[in-house]
């Protein structure tokens, strides 16, 4: 049996030869006619206002911290379902899968208290709510 | 089942390859590759644009295209010229090595996922231990394109697209990956061909039909959950919002033109078909069927949910940016933990 990781190797050379010589094609083929307010960026074809790093949504980096928690998590629990089949046959399923129950039932409290502080509630800035009442 | 081996050891066999070591495994696996990616290519690039064409404008009740060729089969042709010879205009502010590695690390990740799908006819690159593990892994990269794409961009409507293409992913990578565990707790193993082997037993049999045992049919509520999150984790309707056109222009591809553009363009499409793949092969039984050999019954069943995606991007309004966040973690996230503790507990039961 042959390493397989040899074979994935090759794919990722293909997978990024094909992009290139696709570049490399247009390069040869496209026409480069430079003109500075061609560059401008779009913004609905008025003259761009500001920069672009602007201040957003809060609820990004709750979610983003949210993903790390459950993510590490997934990762627990594969190696789990792996074996679980055969541990069920060996331990009895009590054993088996009261521990992972544990496990995701710490996690799932996790979710409730972020659920309930709001951290998967999309906030709105108070402009934002303004407006709405005012309509 | 016809036990086979992957497709770079056919290879080496058939040009007696061994005597070379690593150079020649790698050569191997090169020529494999260049198969698997040829038919990849061939379903995403050259047939899937045309399709979706094909495909809108029936849900519509609209004439498509039809001028060049029988068909307007010829206009994939002229669609590729035309996009490739267009000028590339960069936008003034890019950050530069960013902006152009964002395509390629788009397009390429996506392609990676399909090393260890089995396609049948012992038509597999790699197969493994960790397989499906590495599907995952892999396809997740291209949040990482799509983030660079928006940031880099300079522009605010590629910045909006990408950071809610990035929110979008990371809500429903959870509830897939675990539902995809859920099919592991079944087959107790990583292993692709391994997945497609514990599928092949017949569950019941009515007259002639023999139902076979897909995890499709053994547990459709995780299929559901499947489908419903993969729709999320490609981007389509109804979760279009990265780039919803009527709200962000094209999000984060607004600013990108020419043959960046259509790489964009083809790495969505490798995305789809890649999570295509991934459904044919956890719930479908990846390449079993009657009759015809594996590879035309893999093809269908990926033709299959390319149409399903296509009906739903017709049929189904956009959800907002809220309602998706909702959606992702309080009912998916919950459902798929119900579904993974269900599935455990079944299967420790009843004791397949």
Redo the contacts between chains.
Sequence with gaps: M???????????????L???A??V???L?????PELS???????GEIPTGG???R?NI??YM??L??VV??IE?VL??PW??????A??AVG?TR??VP??VF?GIL?VG?GWA?RNGA???VRSPRAQRQKVER | MVESAPLPETFSDLLGLEQFGVAGEFLAGLLAAGLVGTFVLLNTAVAGPWAKRKITASFTDRISVNRVGPWGLGTIIVDSVRLLSKELIIPEDADRPAYDLAPLVLAGSALLGFAVIPMGNGIQVADPEVGLAYVFAVASIASLGLLMAGYSSSNKYSFLGGLRAVAQNLAYEIPLVLTGASVVIFAGTLQMSEIVAAQQETLLQLGPVAIPTWFGILNPFAFALFVVANLAEVGRNPFDIPEAPTEIVAGYQTEYSSVYFVLFYLGEFIHIFLGGALIATLFLGGPAGPILPGIVWFTIKIWAVFLFTQWARSALPRVRIDQLIEIGWKGLLVLSFANLILTAVIVGVVGV
Excluded: C, H
């Design positions: 042959s390493n397989p990781w040899i074979a994935i190797g090759a794919l990722a050379a293909v997978a990024i094909i992009p290139v696709m570049i094609v247009s390069a083929l496209r026409p480069r006619v061609k560059r401008a960026t779009y913004e609905s672009t790093r602007i957003f609820q990004y979610v983003a949210l993903f459950f993510d997934t629990i594969f379902t792996v074996i679980y089949n055969d069920v046959q399923m088996a899968l992972m129950l995701i799932v979710l659920w998967v509630r999309w």
